[in-house]
């Protein structure tokens, strides 16, 4: 089966306390759909994670970036870091605003 994105080699960490183990990842649209020996025949897109951790998404529960989307979309300096969501968790959230 070809899938759209496979990312191998890597130790993944899956966040429910299991011990690290070294597998391949393969992600079709937005579902992890394997974990383990991956074959990459035919896959969208490739990445090398020899050496890295592969982990999902992390939840920032506080912090001060509500402001920011404003002028950064990307909200970079918490994406960069493996964040997957944050917004209006310390009670000043700037929405609704126009």
């Given amino acids: 089966m070809a899938h759209d994105l496979v990312i191998t080699g890597g130790t993944v960490v899956d966040g429910t306390g299991a011990v690290p183990v070294r597998a391949d990842v393969a992600v079709d649209g937005d579902r992890i759909t394997a974990v383990g020996a991956v074959d990459t025949a035919g896959a969208g897109r490739v990445i090398d994670a020899e050496g890295r951790h592969v982990t999902p998404g992390f939840v920032d529960l506080h912090s001060h970036l509500d402001a920011q989307v404003a ?28």
């Fill in 71 to 98: 002028w950064d979309p990307q909200m970079s300096s918490s994406c960069y870091h493996g964040v997957t969501s944050v917004m209006g968790n310390c009670g000043m959230t700037f929405a609704p605003a126009a």
